[in-house]
């Protein structure tokens, strides 16, 4: 079968038009929700923290001289009754009240350093904790011992380490904000410190809240 010239073009505008009809034009915004669908995007860090967070972190706190003290002693049985650990990838970690007198408070590097005193409550010697207060703190923590976010809840590794960032630069801001004790001063913080194994040396924890 052969088609005159006019014919074919008047076929190519019938399919033209069909196609047309079957599209829907979508704005840029549409798309954007088209495409993340299905994501995970992780939920929001300030909600998570004032919401959540703040509350489990002061709720969960135990003494940091009996943590300490049982973590020193028997870590994987003082990980179960104490601590928190999303997999063992992830370190054990411990939310402890440290109630205590200041006895130091380094800001010669940007991890700045509140030294607690921590006298057990069955006497003996006092535990030492040094409370980071920033701007800089190391670890992640704050998101991984609190067992209302998982990495599931991400679409990737990325996603999960900026919402720990995040989480870590709130906490920081409002340590800096209200948490400013001196030399003398006693304090009570509910915080996070993490651990692979029996804590040796220096224990280092990221305060959340306070009284």
Same mark, same amino acid.
């Given at each position: ?9 008047? /076929?190519? $505008?019938?399919? /033209?038009?069909?196609?047309? @009809? ?10 954007? #929700?088209? %495409?993340? #669908?299905?994501?995970? *995007?992780?939920?929001?860090?300030? =909600? ?15 003494? !940091? ?5 049982? @973590? ?12 928190? %650990? *999303?997999? /063992? ?15 130091? $408070? ?14 057990? @409550? ?16 190391? +670890? ?16 990737? *590794?990325? %996603?999960?380490?900026?919402? +720990? #960032?995040?989480?870590? =630069?709130?906490?920081? @801001?409002?340590? *800096?904000?209200?948490? =400013? ?8 913080? !509910?915080? $996070? ?19």
């Amino acid at each position: 079968m052969v088609f005159s010239p006019s014919a074919a073009r008047f /076929a190519l $505008v019938v399919v /033209a038009l069909v196609s047309v @009809a079957g599209c829907h034009v979508v704005t840029d915004t549409e798309l954007a #929700q088209i %495409r993340s #669908q299905g994501q995970h *995007q992780g939920p929001d860090p300030e =909600k998570i923290l004032n919401e959540q967070l703040i509350p489990y972190a002061d709720k969960n706190a135990r003494p !940091a001289a009996q943590v300490i003290g049982a @973590a020193g002693q028997n870590f994987d049985n003082a990980c179960k009754e104490y601590g928190f %650990r *999303q997999s /063992a990838a992830f370190p054990c970690n411990f939310w402890i009240r440290v109630q205590g007198k200041v006895i130091k $408070v380094d800001t010669s590097s940007r991890v700045g350093k509140v030294f607690v005193d921590v006298t057990p @409550a069955s006497g003996g010697e006092p535990v030492h904790v040094a409370l980071e207060t920033g701007p800089v703190v190391i +670890g992640t923590g704050v998101r991984d011992g609190f067992p209302g976010v998982k990495y599931s809840d991400f679409d990737d *590794q990325t %996603r999960f380490a900026v919402f +720990g #960032q995040d989480l870590n =630069k709130l906490v920081v @801001a409002r340590a *800096q904000k209200s948490l =400013k004790p001196k030399v003398g001063d006693t304090v009570d913080v !509910a915080a $996070v410190f993490s651990s692979w194994s029996e804590p040796t040396g220096e224990i280092r924890a990221i305060p959340v809240t306070w009284k």
